[in-house]
């Protein structure tokens, strides 16, 4: 078990004149949770994790963390895309419903629950997110010619958002991280088809939509690629303030074998918390990972150091690789592959932080 130094007291707010205790709000409590476990710890999530693996599929209470390291993530990411279209299974087949018990469980856990959404063009819903051949962000913001059919996808999302209640009714809090990597041009809403005015209009009306049109609450990342080396570059395409509360960073480029660059991602890295810091906001590496784990000693050598040898950078709050697909795509290790070692020790690290760490700092 490791050490904690900061106490937090979350479940209710007091209310003064002696008034009945308050609930506090879920997502303002994940939110502190998160401020407050920056200084302390980094939060090891995956995505996909209770699904599949490799070698794998939808056998309850496996996940390729735990059979290597002994415990769950710490935080499980999942993805929407096709859910506008009202697919039945995700980009990477996982069905909906089978999702929904993923995150409830994973909630019920102690986890933290993240999504991104990878849509299909509302112009045409055949081209994917990465279909690039035609321009579509200024066609379904407010005004463009495809903006009610966007709000359509929207309504879809906001349904499957709506349905993630414990058996209790609450509400399951979780981060959306909407429009990411924009700063590249492998998307429709990237930088080569929209304006960075166009884009902040995209993020923002989502977001808007989804809270103020759909009554959902929940917290809200920015995660430029690692396509910035100023704070002035990374704030290009920054919708505000006033409706991000995740300040992020994918970043797989800079961990390429080949053409890695350790020190470039800290620096990056360091931008992220020192603007989250500014606006009192909370910051996290919200992707990475190198595709088969080419390196045995990649999680020691070149993922931890990133953030762990910079006191500033250390203070994300957490870091997500992505999906374990099979034995040709997967981006953290598994029980019986050669970087297996390596994630041990990397995650068994004062400063990382698996579900037993995240639920013990919790407790205290």
Same mark, same amino acid.
């Given at each position: ?9 979350? +479940? ?28 302390? +710890? ?11 693996? =490799? ?5 309850? +209470? ?19 895309? *096709?859910?506008?279209? *009202? ?16 995150? %409830? ?51 879809? =999302? ?110 990056? %890295?360091?931008? =992220? ?45 957490? =870091?997500? %690789? ?43």
């Amino acid at each position: 078990m490791k050490k904690f130094i900061v106490i937090i007291l979350s +479940g209710v707010l007091f209310a003064s004149c002696g008034s009945a205790p308050v609930a506090e709000n879920p997502v303002d409590v994940l939110f502190e949770q998160l401020k407050s476990v920056g200084d302390n +710890g980094v939060l090891y999530g995956h995505q996909d994790d209770l699904a599949y693996g =490799v070698n794998w599929a939808y056998e309850e +209470g496996r996940s390729d963390t735990k059979e290597a390291a002994g415990d769950y993530p710490a935080l499980f990411g999942w993805e929407l895309g *096709g859910i506008e279209l *009202g697919h039945s299974v995700n980009l990477d087949s996982v069905p909906f419903n089978k999702m929904r018990q993923f995150v %409830l469980s994973g909630y019920e856990m102690g986890a933290v629950i993240t999504f991104s959404w990878h849509p299909y063009s509302a112009v045409d819903n055949t081209k994917s997110s990465w279909d690039t051949d035609q321009r579509v962000v200024e066609h379904i913001i407010p005004g463009g010619s495809h903006h009610e059919a966007f709000k359509i996808q929207l309504d879809a =999302v906001a349904a499957f958002f709506s349905s993630l209640k414990t058996q209790d009714g609450q509400n399951v809090p979780f981060i959306f991280r909407p429009w990411h990597e924009m700063d590249g041009g492998w998307f429709w809403w990237g930088s080569t088809l929209c304006s960075p005015e166009e884009f902040k209009t995209l993020f923002r009306f989502t977001v808007e939509y989804l809270k103020d049109e759909k009554g959902l609450d929940f917290l809200t990342a920015y995660s430029p690629d690692n396509r910035f080396n100023t704070e002035e570059e990374y704030l290009t395409w920054y919708p505000g303030d006033d409706i991000v509360d995740i300040i992020g960073m994918d970043n797989y480029g800079d961990f390429r074998v080949g053409a890695e660059n350790v020190e470039a991602a800290t620096k990056k %890295l360091e931008i =992220v918390v020192n603007y989250a810091n500014k606006v009192d906001k909370v910051a996290a590496f919200t992707e990475s990972g190198l595709d088969k784990v080419t390196d045995d000693q990649w999680f020691t050598r070149k993922l931890g150091p990133a953030f762990l040898q910079s006191k500033i950078a250390a203070q994300i709050a957490y =870091v997500m %690789l992505w999906r374990n697909a099979d034995t040709t795509h997967f981006f953290s290790t598994y029980s019986g592959h050669s970087s297996e070692n390596d994630f041990k020790e990397f995650v068994s690290r004062e400063k990382i932080w698996l579900l037993e760490d995240w639920n013990e700092f919790k407790r205290r």
